[in-house]
T-cell receptor
Framework: DTAVSQTPKYLVTQMGNDKSIKCEQN?????MYWYKQDSKKFLKIMFS???????INETVPNRFSPKSPDKAHLNLHINSLELGDSAVYFC????????????FGEGSRLTVL | GESVGLHLPTLSVQEGDNSIINCAYS??????FIWYKQESGKGPQFIID???NMDKRQGQRVTVLLNKTVKHLSLQIAATQPGDSAVYFC????????????WGLGTSLAVNP
């Protein structure tokens, strides 16, 4: 009965590789997000989709490409991984525009060697 | 500019004491604020929110105070328990894009038994 689930939870890979993180929410929310959290716990928004449409695209390198096949899924693909991409990536969803309550997944810890 | 900051990056309290976590924001046009709690190894979890037409809102053992004059927000936790140990974030809704939150840096709360 997990609300927002991300896979994989841990990912260790070499520089230059391409990897994907998947996210699914079963809450029926229209809006989904990807956040990056660095080692100092700073949370930075990356992307947001509303019902499969990209609505927020922060200054993220174009090596990062989100894909939303349907409103319950938002995947993140990263090309040519760099050391600085090491972080915890969180997926989140939001029920509506009149609330700031986001429902987060448990995070995917990416380590680039 | 956009910034939501915290006065205290770490806070250590005794079990049973009250905790106060502070947050400053810079945009006087912000009209909605949220507090999140992030436990180790988990995603942030919504605690409480407050709109700018209020100066106080209470939840279960938590109270959020908003002082718009000095652009200051605080979270008070009554009778702090070991389970309250976490990183706490304040966030404000971006006045220019209500789908986006601007996050503070986080305060780590440690509860000593």
């Amino acid at each position: 009965d997990t609300a927002v689930s991300q896979t994989p939870k841990y990912l260790v890979t070499q520089m230059g590789n391409d990897k994907s993180i998947k996210c699914e929410q079963n809450l029926g929310h229209d809006t989904m997000y990807w956040y990056k959290q660095d080692s100092k716990k700073f949370l930075k928004i990356m992307f947001s989709y509303n019902n499969k449409e990209l609505i927020i695209n922060e200054t993220v390198p174009n090596r990062f490409s989100p894909k939303s096949p349907d409103k319950a899924h938002l995947n993140l693909h990263i090309n040519s991984l760099e050391l600085g991409d090491s972080a915890v990536y969180f997926c989140a969803s939001r029920p509506g525009q009149n609330t700031g309550e986001l429902f987060f997944g448990e995070g995917s810890r990416l380590t680039v060697l | 500019g956009e910034s939501v900051g915290l006065h205290l990056p770490t806070l250590s309290v005794q079990e049973g004491d009250n905790s106060i976590i502070n947050c400053a924001y810079s945009n006087s046009a912000s009209d909605y604020f949220i507090w999140y709690k992030q436990e180790s190894g988990k995603g942030p979890q919504f605690i409480i929110d407050i709109r700018s037409n209020m100066d106080k809102r209470q939840g279960q053992r938590v109270t959020v105070l908003l002082n718009k004059t000095v652009k200051h927000l605080s979270l008070q936790i009554a009778a702090t328990q070991p389970g309250d140990s976490a990183v706490y974030f304040c966030a404000e809704r971006d006045a220019g894009n209500n789908r986006k939150l601007i996050w503070g840096l986080g305060t780590s709360l440690a509860v000593n038994p």
